[in-house]
């Protein structure tokens, strides 16, 4: 008897404690989402490495078994092999503005230097634009003098209390968008109010404005914490859709999971119509982006990828500002074919407030559950 109950004892305290660590685990989760995503995405990331390495050890064994001889040493794994493309093209070649310019352009150098310490948006107003201010146009448009651009693209940068980081993004992107001979906008769509972050809707509100300005070719929806690590990962419309920030170092430079399509990715105009843009019910952090992967295949699309490390990203350091995760976000992806048809471009209702900065332009708009009625 008194073993039965030494039994029972330790049972009601296990379960005790269960219980105990499950309800600090949600209350974590709760109000750290960026730590608990950022674990998870890690461990999802290992498990997806670990799986792609196996692949690649079966096919050398393989490989090595039919030829007779194992790779080397100096043989590339990682897809570094495909970089080397980039390297063929002339250095010093020169063309005329009526020429249409190259998809590969001498003045993509490849690999980046990121510097994500805290710049003011006026220094870095006066470093790009330097004795160039005529170049652009107001709002942050500009057009190369010296070929005519392959692609327009407007880039969308959602928006609110990430003052700090937007400098930061500028100074990394304009120059790179410059030498990838891009024509170009750049337009920061800030959310207002006290609602939850709606990323998708601000995407939704950027996309509309956009095309007020400019018969843009595709857009490049981009987190403002993401610094791409190379100019080689192209902005320009070819193989959309198309999921840039591949290799982000806040996730050990590995992909979370292959349906991962957060925060920089790319569509044609015509492809962002035929999904009807985001869901707007996504209030709060996480699960947008994996509904726009939906949407994307739901449409008859397949993704691309930039190839081995050209999709290496640098995150800025932050913790959400007291943005919360959106805990619906599950039932909602449920329901994702059959929210498409009635949520996203076609049933946003908001008014903006437009201003033309030198280096972008700012879409101010106050968010609402009203703004996406059903």
């Known amino acids: 008897m008194a073993r039965r109950s030494g039994v029972r004892g330790k049972l009601f305290a296990g379960l005790s404690f269960a219980m105990v660590?499950?309800?600090?685990?949600?209350?974590?989760?709760?109000?750290?989402?960026?730590?608990?995503?950022?674990?998870?995405?890690?461990?999802?990331?290992?498990?997806?490495?670990?799986?792609?390495?196996?692949?690649?050890?079966?096919?050398?064994?393989?490989?090595s078994s039919i030829s007779g001889h194992t790779r080397t040493t100096g043989d590339s794994v990682s897809g570094l092999e495909h970089e080397q493309d980039f390297l063929v093209w002339p250095q010093h070649s020169?063309?005329?503005?009526?020429?249409?310019?190259?998809?590969?352009?001498?003045?993509?150098?490849?690999?980046?230097?990121?510097?994500?310490?805290?710049?003011?948006?006026?220094?870095?107003?006066?470093?790009?634009?330097?004795?160039?201010?005529?170049?652009?146009a107001p709002g942050g448009h500009w057009r190369p003098g010296d070929c005519t651009p392959r692609w327009r693209v407007a880039i969308?940068?959602?928006?609110?209390?990430?003052?700090?980081?937007?400098?930061?993004?500028?100074?990394?992107?304009?120059?790179?968008?410059?030498?990838?001979?891009?024509?170009?906008?750049?337009?920061?769509?800030?959310?207002?109010g006290d609602e939850p972050f709606n990323r998708a809707m601000l995407f939704n509100v950027g996309f509309l404005e956009a095309l007020k300005d400019h018969p843009w070719d595709c857009m490049i929806f981009h987190d403002v914490d993401h610094i791409p690590e190379s100019d080689w990962n192209y902005y320009g419309c070819n193989d959309m859709p198309r999921h840039y920030a591949v290799k982000l170092d806040k996730y050990s430079y590995m992909l979370p999971y292959e349906e991962f399509f957060g925060g920089v990715s790319g569509l044609t105009v015509e492809q962002i119509r035929q999904t009807n843009g985001f869901a707007n019910g996504f209030w709060g952090w996480g699960g947008e982006d994996d509904d726009m992967w939906n949407?994307?295949?739901?449409?008859?699309?397949?993704?691309?990828?930039?190839?081995?490390?050209?999709?290496?990203?640098?995150?800025?350091?932050?913790?959400?500002?007291?943005?919360?995760?959106?805990?619906?976000r599950f039932a909602l992806l449920r329901e994702s074919k059959e929210r498409q048809l009635i949520d996203?471009?076609?049933?946003?209702?908001?008014?903006?407030?437009?201003?033309?900065?030198?280096?972008?332009?700012?879409?101010?708009?106050?968010?609402s559950r009203d703004s996406a009625p059903l």
Request: hydrophobic share 35%.
């Open 295 to 328: 949407r994307v295949h739901n449409a008859g699309y397949s993704m691309s990828r930039p190839p081995g490390d050209i999709g290496r990203y640098r995150s800025i350091r932050h913790h959400h500002h007291g943005e919360v995760q959106f805990l619906g």
């Open 21 to 63: 660590l499950s309800t600090y685990t949600m209350y974590f989760a709760y109000t750290s989402p960026g730590k608990v995503s950022e674990y998870w995405f890690m461990a999802m990331a290992v498990q997806e490495r670990m799986k792609t390495q196996g692949k690649q050890a079966l096919t050398q064994v393989m490989g």
């Open 94 to 136: 020169t063309s005329l503005p009526s020429d249409l310019c190259s998809e590969r352009p001498p003045t993509m150098k490849g690999p980046m230097s990121v510097n994500t310490s805290v710049v003011g948006l006026a220094e870095v107003e006066r470093h790009v634009l330097g004795t160039a201010a005529d170049d652009f």
């Open 344 to 367: 996203g471009l076609n049933n946003l209702q908001y008014s903006p407030l437009v201003v033309r900065r030198p280096l972008y332009t700012n879409i101010t708009v106050k968010l």
């Open 156 to 192: 969308v940068i959602p928006f609110r209390n990430r003052h700090e980081h937007l400098p930061i993004l500028l100074r990394h992107l304009i120059p790179m968008l410059q030498r990838q001979r891009l024509q170009f906008g750049l337009y920061v769509v800030e959310q207002t």
